[in-house]
């Protein structure tokens, strides 16, 4: 059984940077394309990045400027790096596994339970 | 590029059918068959009940059903029963080889 677990700061002061791990068990991360995904309070999920281990990797536009996404196989985990946060950026960060059709990607499953991060002085 | 349009909110009674729709555009939701949709309980991670347009995951209720038409795909519920009260939000991939989600919608069962 798939199983994704993230784990973040709680907590960011505003201009930091963010840093999140998303823990996979019961499949090499070698296998497949992985996402991260945000929920921030009140509002609508929002697709923050995708990335496979061979690196092909692509960015929300409107966050491409500010963040990283990488794939670590010898650890089975993927991370995520927000640079200069805001209260924007306030959420529930959630890593998923995503289905393809070689690039093309289809859906995601299965979801991490998510991690909240608030950004705050 | 924008987020897929949703409706807010949908309401039915129990035993009722409502049908959510998710207006896209020719880059995404018209240019391939690659909608999915997601079932959000508060405090739970979202739950992938229709991908690929019209399939469900081994264990998803038959009364979710997917379909779509030109650039806008639709969500039927039928039978709808308490426990189908949640946010549900489409997903589509695009043609910039990025994805992009629905507004979303809240259902509520009356």
């Known amino acids: 059984q798939v199983q994704l677990q993230e784990s973040g700061p709680g907590r960011v002061k505003p201009s930091e940077t963010l840093s999140l791990t998303c823990i996979v068990s019961?499949?090499?991360?070698?296998?497949?394309?992985w996402s991260w995904i945000r929920q921030s309070p009140g509002k609508g999920l929002e697709w923050i990045a995708y990335s496979s281990y061979t690196g092909n990797t692509n960015y929300n536009p409107s966050l491409k400027s500010r963040v990283t996404m990488s794939v670590d196989m010898p650890k089975n985990q993927l991370s995520l790096r927000l640079t200069s946060v805001t209260a924007a950026d306030t959420a529930v960060y959630y890593c998923?596994?995503?289905?393809?059709?070689?690039?093309?990607?289809?859906?995601?499953?299965?979801w991490g339970q998510g991690t909240l991060v608030a950004v705050s002085s | 590029q924008s987020a897929l349009t949703q409706p807010a909110s949908v309401s039915g009674s129990p035993g009722q059918s409502i049908t959510i729709s998710c207006t896209g555009s020719s880059s995404d939701v018209g240019a391939f068959n690659y909608v999915s949709w997601y079932q959000c309980h508060p405090g739970k991670a979202p739950h992938l009940i229709v991908f690929d347009v019209t399939d469900r995951p081994s264990g998803v209720s038959n009364r979710f059903s997917g379909s779509k038409s030109g650039n806008t795909a639709s969500l039927t519920i039928s039978g709808l029963q308490a426990e189908d009260e949640a946010d549900y939000y489409c997903c589509s991939f695009t043609t910039s080889e990025i994805l992009v989600f629905g507004t979303g919608t809240t259902v509520t069962v009356l």
């Open positions: 019961g499949v090499s991360v070698t296998n497949y394309y």
């Open positions: 998923a596994r995503v289905e393809s059709l070689f690039t093309d990607l289809r859906w995601f499953d299965p």
